[in-house]
């Protein structure tokens, strides 16, 4: 596993803590923030704030296959993503992994082999990379193997997805674009046709194995929601049986029932960078502005995260503190993960530093270790050689 940075105290930068931004500095060894005098490195002209928590991606699969022909190995696209979550100020990520009667990278063999290659690769990660299982809920005879699968690997959160109305919808009224996705999960479009079929047949099964997969959950300690509920209805149903999270609502409607819920709201920083969905669902921006969003996170598009911090910033909806707390503390009190998140003694040295003229992303410090460096930051580091000298001492 990659050290951590010798002892040091950042700064001259002015730091997120306690929900406002401070002139102060803010030390760190042996991967936590700490107190007491370090050596010092000036971050004059600097923001330093929590590291992002992105509670769901599947931007990874571009790195995994560039082209749905082209599949690299596990551990090359990994790498590779790690790498790019690292130099948008992602400390911890969630891979959006499917567990889909589509099959191909979203089936679960797929999954059951990312979920072994996460295994051997994390030791030599930069980022705190973590699976969150997309579980379609009619692939009801997979049940068990996804509740073994979860536990061997210690997956700690799921949600459940329904898509097949959605693929019959497609089947019917856009067959080139059903080839497409056919194709991108390696079979012809009679064949996914057929998959289809196969779930739809197993529509009585559904609540009971629902029910199963969320008791099992329960006794596993694992967190579990629904993702693209339609209405209020469905929201409901899901929080019945204790998947609280509703991870994007596709209407203001179901928005407002999560809400009443009290089911954290979860929304893709995307839609706010676009100010719309790609989709053509409700837009994120009015859900935040309305305070019915209480999570950004990358979807499919990682880079996304601190632009839509910036962009709620700059159109006035939110202080700039309150808008990184979406992507910060606001995850890690939903994940239940107290040691991160937050710029406080004892937690986590998980750290982004921002040039506060450009905005850019210049150094990213997850568990006290350089994940990355760059620009004037990068600069400032190698100017000190004094500091970190003393340091290593």
């Known amino acids: 596993m990659p050290l951590p940075l010798p002892p040091l105290r950042l700064t001259g930068a002015q730091i997120l803590r306690d929900g406002v931004l401070q002139h102060r500095s803010i030390g760190f060894a042996e991967g936590r923030i700490t107190r007491g005098p370090l050596p010092e490195v000036d971050l004059t002209g600097f923001l330093v704030l929590p590291g992002i928590i992105d509670l769901h991606g599947d931007g990874f699969e571009r790195h995994m296959a560039p082209r749905p022909s082209a599949p690299l190995p596990l551990p090359v696209g990994l790498a590779s993503f790690d790498r790019e979550a690292a130099s948008h100020g992602v400390t911890t990520a ?34 705190d990379l973590r699976l969150q299982i997309r579980a379609e809920t009619h692939l009801v005879g997979e049940a068990e193997r996804l509740i073994a699968a979860v536990q061997r690997h210690r997956i700690g959160y799921v949600v459940f997805n329904d898509h097949l109305l959605e693929g019959q919808h497609m089947a019917r009224i856009a067959p080139t674009d059903f080839a497409a996705w056919a194709r991108k999960v390696g079979k012809t479009a009679e064949e996914l046709v057929e998959s289809i079929e196969l ?21 596993l300690g694992v967190l579990y929601g629904s993702h693209d509920d339609p209405d209020g209805e469905t929201r409901e149903f899901y929080s019945m049986i204790g998947a609280k999270i509703a991870e994007f609502p596709l209407t203001r409607r179901a928005a407002v029932a999560a809400h009443a819920m009290m089911s954290p709201v979860i929304m893709g920083a995307p839609n706010v960078v676009r100010g719309r969905s790609q989709a053509g669902n409700v837009s994120a921006s009015a859900l935040v502005a309305e305070g019915l969003c209480d999570v950004l996170v990358s979807d499919y598009h990682i880079p996304a995260l601190p632009l839509a911090v910036w962009s709620l910033v700059d159109r006035g ?77």
């Open 317 to 393: 909806v939110m202080s700039l503190p309150q808008a990184w707390a979406l992507v910060s503390s606001r995850p890690a009190e939903i994940m239940r993960m107290p040691d991160r998140g937050r710029l406080e003694p004892g937690l986590r040295a998980d750290l982004v530093v921002v040039n506060a003229e450009t905005r850019g992303i210049e150094a990213t410090i997850s568990a006290g270790r350089l994940s990355y460096l760059a620009g004037e930051a990068a600069r400032r580091f190698v100017a000190q050689p004094q500091a970190l000298r003393l340091a290593a001492e």
């Open 94 to 127: 969630y891979l959006a992994q499917g567990w889909s009667w589509e099959g191909g990278h979203r089936g679960p063999d797929h999954a059951e082999a990312l979920m072994l290659a996460l295994d051997q690769y994390r030791p030599q990660a930069l980022t």
């Open 199 to 219: 779930a739809v047949a197993r529509s009585k099964e559904v609540p009971r194995s629902l029910c199963g997969l969320a008791e099992a959950f329960d006794q």
